[in-house]
């Protein structure tokens, strides 16, 4: 067992900016999801949006990387303290001693769907204000956020779906443990676009209401968009022992289908279990369980299967996508977040729209707010092509 320390969180989603007004709305049960009206989409569907995000003012130095994508990491960036405390870890460290690992899908997808509106109706070129290295190209996020922040170390963008921003907390974890780096900062970014919305209403994905994770009538995803970031340390003798730590992450990939998930949950498990075995925990240890959940009905019956086999039918656990939506590459992150505020503030955020739990899916779903702190957290993301990664999380003591 190899924990890393959990020195500082944000979160910014449909429910709020930073983590009062996001923990406010799980606390009240409020959802964010609301009917679509992003730019220029005609989709009967809802949507989990963030107010004002490609509004968000930029460094000056760092104007080219405007996109919608960029911008929203800039939010969620600003709040809570959060660039203050990544530039104390910094100082440390050692702007080379620190690591930067972000997850996205999306990137600046948006940019380049306008792009293509103004293409020239000679050549077909696009327009020459268009950078795709600065907007479009995958790492564009980090190369904004070292450059915002002077990080030196290490950096890399991991895009594999729905675990993308899980997945970066097992990078950084294995590069502190390796003594390769001694701090990281961590998280993901996904911000809605053209390409997300009609795609996965093609795949017939979409539910018209907002998304019901294991009920008996769901019937699919509502889209949402995040920015959310963690900083991890190495543990010293002198951190507290009480601190929030990042336990153990498993990841896994079955490769069952392309978009959907192994039946009986195989990758699933696999990840669950080898997070269980990365922090030396048994499966007991697990007070609370944040389900990917995404309200379709293969990929809530699969989670439940793979969750039942490890653990049994008595934890307590929940999707939280009823309230953000499904943020794609930064649902990891976002709901690893989550599970942080439900340690630190003492409650376990029940699911949202679920009146009717499917009889299927044998597990302690809460529907409503359980007012328990959980020590120890585990959270699922599981993504399509069989990418799957779980990270435990909890206090040390």
Excluded: W
Aim: with cysteine.
């Amino acid at each position: 067992m190899n924990p890393v320390a959990i020195s500082a969180v944000t979160a910014t989603s449909c429910l709020g900016a930073g983590l009062r007004a996001t923990y406010a709305s799980l606390l009240a049960h409020r959802s964010g999801l609301a009917p679509c009206n992003f730019e220029t989409v005609r989709l009967n569907t809802h949507i989990g949006q963030v107010s004002g995000a490609s509004a968000q003012s930029l460094p000056s130095e760092l104007e080219n990387y405007r996109c919608r994508n960029n911008c929203l990491a800039m939010l969620g960036l600003s709040q809570d303290g959060f660039t203050e405390a990544a530039t104390r870890t910094i100082a440390r460290y050692g702007a080379q001693r620190v690591g930067l690992f972000l997850g996205t899908s999306t990137s600046g997808i948006l940019e380049a769907e306008i792009a293509y509106r103004h293409r020239d109706p000679g050549t077909g070129l696009l327009p020459e204000t268009f950078k795709y290295a600065e907007s479009q190209d995958i790492f564009s996020v980090a190369d904004f956020v070292r450059k915002l922040l002077r990080i030196e170390g290490p950096t890399a963008v991991v895009s594999t779906a729905c675990s993308s921003s899980a997945k970066v907390f097992g990078m950084a974890k294995r590069y502190i443990n390796l003594g390769l780096i001694d701090a990281a900062i961590v998280g993901g970014v996904d911000s809605l676009c053209l390409t997300t919305l009609y795609g996965f209403h093609a795949l017939q994905l979409t539910s018209t209401l907002p998304c019901r994770p294991f009920d008996a009538r769901r019937d699919g995803i509502s889209i949402g968009e995040a920015a959310a970031f963690a900083v991890l340390e190495v543990l010293s003798d002198s951190r507290d022992p009480h601190c929030l730590a990042l336990l153990g992450v498993g990841e896994s990939s079955d490769a069952y289908h392309i978009s959907t998930p192994h039946p009986d949950g195989a990758g699933a498990r696999q990840a669950m279990q080898a997070a269980l075995d990365d922090a030396g925990l048994a499966a007991s240890a697990v007070d609370y369980i944040n389900l990917h959940g995404t309200g379709t009905p293969s990929n809530d019956c699969a989670e439940s299967k793979a969750v039942e086999a490890i653990f049994g039918t008595k934890v307590p656990c929940s999707s939280t996508k009823g309230a953000s939506g499904h943020t794609l590459g930064a649902a990891g992150a976002l709901e690893v977040a989550f599970s942080a505020l439900a340690i630190t503030e003492g409650f376990m955020p029940g699911g949202l729209h679920c009146s009717m739990l499917d009889p299927t899916c044998h597990l302690n779903y809460l529907r409503a707010n359980n007012a328990v702190a959980p020590r120890v957290a585990l959270s699922n993301s599981l993504g399509f092509g069989g990418t799957n990664c779980s990270v435990l999380l909890g206090r040390l003591a």
